[in-house]
């Protein structure tokens, strides 16, 4: 759960809190702040790439697709109808005036521009327009009170939001009153850090303002923003440490801040802010480690790590917050930023082409709070198998338990999209791969990429790299971790061969156009899980045996709509494979790409197995027990089966268990 939970009408019954709801607010201090603070009048380092304006790319194909259909779902028609957006405080209004009108912006205007929407774009300009119209006296940004019970004032956490949308807006239009008006607000805190330090929200995603406060300096040189940095950071909750020496082992039982999945998600970019604080090359071994460790202790097979609210273990059927699933995304594009560091995207594709299409139904009008690895089942649960969620969150709606993922789950593809490419001084880099196009100026030449491909469905990315005039620069390719034999061509030379989790560069003199091929052959991947279950992997996508579903209307009509998806079809198979010889157990099959990538009912790559079912294995508390203890076995008749990409099965099991040979 985001910080909704302060003005959800579910609080007072929740059990993961106790004490008022007032209490919260309370200016405490959780945990020893950051020793890692850089001195105010020190200079910044330099990220290793840098982060392109918004209309530098612009997505095709697939990816374009996606967004459309996106922008024909509820990020582009909430304005239309839900309170907390269309009658938010934000824009003048008495709904809920805290983050989720921030949330949303946050990926309606990257949508907006993206696609070169009119309406979207309009509406979003508006709401900006009145933002900076009505920025306080003293340069407060947004109203100074949210519509809650209490009326509390001053929270900068939900602006920390509309900070990292501003940026958004001012680099795709230039607009020339939003590097004031930051610098005005970013005063007001100052000031205000000094009478009310840090507290909940906003000391546990301090980071998430720093950010902001980088950008505002590298176009100001002002030093007392290093200051402000410097006081925040000091202030704010140490991520860096936290994670690399979590004490978060096991699942935890209730509800707090340290082990809330969406905090981490935020915290885990802590090591790219503190790294540009300090200069420390450190913090990249940090954030790796935090990866390393997150994933050992509660990693799920989608790349996201296990928590329904709070940390939950590596149990398939736990499940994961989808705020989490887009906040881990953003974390990793600015890890990919200051450390140029393949792994960050091969964790972000992986993500990505899994856990952010499965959040949602196939025509984005819907979505889950809690999306599970094994999920045969989506209903109302009495007594959910969750350890810190209600017995909605499994279910597809509006807004299911709480509305903040129905708030922040826009900014997913559309910053995926808008942080494909990245650039340093003597070059262009691609940092992650979908169907684009790269506008860019390098030593004064007008430069453009143009990337078709079909990937990750596919294994060959050809790019047309078009230049004005004869001009010097790289080009860098990142070769995913997986991919052990890779190639490039680059024209009519000869194929090379490219090392997997490394950056393949070609530094050359360009001139007119020259295609270049990079060919990523997907051999199918296993990977042992919890109780020895496998998962099946071809490239970066996770594939799961589709179950039938039926889509049951609970309440509700369009587009307030919530949905059980029920199973028509046996889940509970274990799988027949030889892992010394998965070519003779796994069958690949490569189908057309339908007008939606992730439909169910075509899905554009399947994997045939075989494998006999398990009458033991059942539900508990309405989802999927555990998987038994690899191997097992059966007496069940041996069974055809089809799996798809993770993200188009709704309904779905990932992790195996494995029959005995």
Known sequence: MSAARRISAHFVSTPAFCGTFSALFVGILLMPTSTVAAAPDKELAEPALMTLPLTSIHPTGWLRRQLEIQAAGLTGHLQEFWPDVKESGWIGGKAEGWERMPYWLDGALPLAFLLDDANLKAYVSQSIDYVLRHQQPDGWLGPVAFAGPNQLTRDPWPVFVMLKVLIQYQEATGDERVVPAMTRFFRALDKQLDQRPLYEWNKMRWQDCVLCIHWLYDRT????????????QKQGFDWSAHLANPPHKEKVGKWEHTSHVVNIAMGVKTPAIAFRQSGAGVQRDHALRGMELLDRFHGQATGVFGGDECLAGRMPSQGTETCAVVEYMFSLEQLLAAFAEPKFGDRLERIAYNALPASCSEDMWTRQYVQQSNQPVSKLAPKPIYTTN?????????????????????????????????????????????????????????????????????DRLEFAVQVERPVQFSLSLRIPGWANSARVTVADEKPAAATPGTFYEIDRQWEGTTHVVLQLPMPTRIERRFNDAVTISRGPLLMSLAVGAEWKKLQGEPPRVVYEVLPTSPWNYALQIDPEHLEASIRIEELPIADSPFSSAHPPVRALVQGRLLPDWKLDRDAAAPPPKSPVTSKQPLTDLTLIPYGAAKLRITEFPLLSR
Do not use: I
Request: hydrophobic share 40%.
């Open 390 to 458: 209600g017995p909605h969150a499994n279910l597809f709606g509006l807004e299911t338990y709480f509305g903040c993922c129905t708030a922040n789950m826009h900014q997913g593809w559309p910053k995926l999209a808008s942080h494909l490419w990245m650039k340093k001084k003597q070059g262009l880099v691609a940092v992650a791969y979908a169907p684009s196009r790269l506008e860019a100026t390098m030593h004064g030449a007008k430069v453009s990429v143009d990337l078709t491909t079909d990937y990750p469905f596919r």
């Open 221 to 232: 040189r002002e030093p007392w923003l290093l200051a402000l940095a410097n006081k925040m």
